[in-house]
C-alpha cells in the first residue's frame, strides 16, 4: 500500500496503454515464471515460503477487500479523464489505474500462485497421488479458478476495445470512435449497415405545469394521468381532468374565427397526420369549482410546438414528452474479408440489452437521433471487444465447479473425517 500510493504521487496514475498485446501476454508468461521459480526455491528464502501461508493470504485478501469496497462506494472515473485534487493525487476515483489498487491484488494473485503450486506438490509427493488429488480438487479448483480470472481480467484491460459506431440509413458504416477518445476515428474490420429504425413509446401522460417558470406541479412530488386507449380521467390540484377524444397521428393548424377579433381570433386545431413529423394531441376538459376550461393539449416534437391547456394566470395543463419504452435497429453486419472485401456475417435485430457477436465483438443498441425521435436517421451503436474475456470465464466455471464439488462432499476435512473413521 505504502509504495503504490507513493508511486501514484510520485508518476501518477498507470498507463494501461503500455500494457496491449503482445506487452501483456509477455507479462503473462514472466510472472508465471517468477511464481514457479520462487516455488522451486521456497525451501531456501523464507519470504518465498511465507507467501504461501495462510498468514500471507489473510493479509493480502484483506487489504483487497478493503480497496475493492473502497472502488465501490467511490464513483470511478474513466482512466482517461483527469480528475484533480486529492482525490485524483491518490486514485480513488480511478481504482482500477491506481499503483496501490494494481500492487495489492498483485499480491493477492502471488499467493494464489504460490499456495496453487504448493498445494499441488503436496499431493503429488503423497503415497497415493491420485487419491490426494482427488481430495484437494475444491481447492485447486477454487483457487486457480480465481488466479486465472484475475490475471486474465486485469492483462486484458489493456486490450479492451469500446467503440461507438453511428450507421446512417442505407449505407454501411466502417469508422468508429473509441469512448475515450472521441475526437479519434478507427477504421474496424466489420460494417454496419442500418436498414430500419424502431421506437415504441409509453403512453402520454398529462401534467401541471406553472406559466411562468414551467415547474412541474406540485414541485418535488409531480403527480401525472396516464392517458390510455385514447381517453383518461382524474385529478390534478384539484382540478377535474377528462380526455374525451384524441388523436394519435395528429398536425396541428391554425383556425381563424371570423367572429372573433384580437388574440382570440386564432385557434389551434389539430387534424389527422399520417406523415414524418405527426404528434399525439388529446382533447382535455377541466373542470374546477364554476371554471370549465377545454382545449387541445399535444407534446410536440422538431416539427410541431407544444400545445397546452391554460387554466389561468398561474398554471396550464401540458402533455409531457413520451417516453422511449423500447427501441431497436434491423441491421446487416459486414466482414472484410483478406482481399479487403466485406461478405455479410449477419442480419439482426439489435435492441437495448440484446446485443449481436459477431467476430467476437458485440454490438449494443446505444442511442439514436432523439430530436427526430421514432423517425431518427442514425443509430448509435456500442462496438466492445475483449479477446481476454473468455479466461475470465473459464476461472469463473472453474470457481463453480470447486464449489460444486464442496457440496457434493469432496471436501479435505470431510474425507479426513471418513479416513480417521476407517482406521479406528
Known amino acids: 500500500m505504502l509504495t503504490g500510493l507513493a508511486l501514484q504521487c510520485i508518476v501518477g496514475k498507470i498507463s494501461w496503454s503500455m500494457m496491449a498485446s503482445p506487452v501483456n501476454a509477455i507479462v503473462l508468461a514472466t510472472f508465471v515464471a517468477m511464481v514457479v521459480l520462487m516455488h522451486l526455491l521456497r525451501k531456501r528464502v523464507y519470504a518465498f515460503q511465507y507467501l504461501s501461508t495462510y498468514h500471507a493470504a489473510i493479509a493480502s485478501l484483506s487489504w483487497a477487500v478493503v480497496l475493492t469496497i473502497v472502488m465501490g462506494l467511490t464513483r470511478q472515473a474513466p482512466s482517461s479523464a483527469s480528475i484533480g485534487g486529492l482525490m485524483g ?19 493477492l494473485t502471488l499467493v494464489l500462485g504460490l499456495t496453487i503450486l504448493r498445494v499441488l506438490s503436496q499431493c503429488l ?8 488429488l482427488l481430495r484437494r480438487t475444491p481447492f485447486l479448483l477454487n483457487h486457480l479458478g480465481l488466479f486465472i480470472a484475475i490475471t486474465a481480467a486485469t492483462l486484458g484491460n489493456a486490450d479492451m476495445q469500446r467503440l461507438q459506431l453511428q450507421a446512417e440509413l442505407g449505407q454501411p458504416e466502417w469508422r468508429a470512435t473509441p469512448s475515450e477518445h472521441p475526437d479519434s476515428v478507427v477504421e474496424l474490420p466489420l460494417a ?34 396516464v392517458i ?17 377524444r384524441s388523436i394519435e397521428e395528429a398536425a ?13 381570433s386564432v385557434k389551434v386545431d389539430f387534424v389527422p397526420f399520417h406523415s414524418m413529423g405527426y404528434v399525439f394531441a388529446a382533447w382535455v376538459e377541466a373542470d374546477s369549482a364554476n371554471v370549465h376550461r377545454e382545449g ?25 414528452e413520451r417516453e422511449p419504452k423500447r427501441y431497436a435497429s434491423d441491421v446487416t453486419v459486414y466482414v472484410k474479408d483478406g482481399d479487403e472485401s466485406g461478405h455479410v456475417a449477419a442480419r439482426a435485430v439489435i435492441e437495448v440489452n440484446k446485443p449481436l457477436e459477431v467476430e467476437g465483438w458485440k454490438i449494443y443498441q446505444l442511442s439514436f437521433n432523439e430530436r427526430l425521435g421514432k423517425w431518427s436517421e442514425y443509430s448509435v451503436f456500442e462496438l466492445v471487444r475483449d479477446p481476454w474475456l473468455p479466461g475470465v470465464y473459464v476461472g469463473i466455471f472453474m470457481m463453480l465447479a470447486g464449489a460444486l464439488f464442496m457440496f457434493l462432499g469432496f471436501s479435505s476435512k470431510r474425507n479426513d473425517k471418513q479416513e480417521r473413521r476407517t482406521e479406528s
Open 192 to 225: 454496419i449497415q442500418l436498414h430500419e429504425f424502431t421506437l415504441d413509446e409509453y403512453p402520454p401522460k398529462l401534467m401541471m405545469i406553472t406559466n411562468t417558470s414551467g415547474k412541474v406541479l406540485p414541485v418535488g412530488n409531480p403527480q401525472s394521468i
Open 296 to 320: 387541445w393539449v399535444s407534446c410536440g416534437n422538431f416539427m410541431f410546438p407544444f400545445s397546452a391547456l391554460k387554466l389561468g394566470d398561474y398554471a396550464s395543463i401540458f402533455m409531457a
Open 89 to 107: 493525487v491518490l486514485g480513488i476515483e480511478q481504482m482500477l489505474s491506481a499503483w496501490h489498487f494494481v500492487l495489492v491484488y498483485t499480491w
Open 228 to 244: 390510455e386507449d385514447s381517453v383518461a380521467s382524474g385529478e390534478l390540484l384539484g382540478w377535474q381532468v377528462r380526455v374525451t
Open 252 to 264: 396541428e393548424t391554425t383556425v381563424v374565427d371570423s367572429l372573433a377579433t384580437g388574440a382570440d
Open 125 to 132: 509427493s503423497g503415497a497415493k497421488p491420485g487419491k490426494e
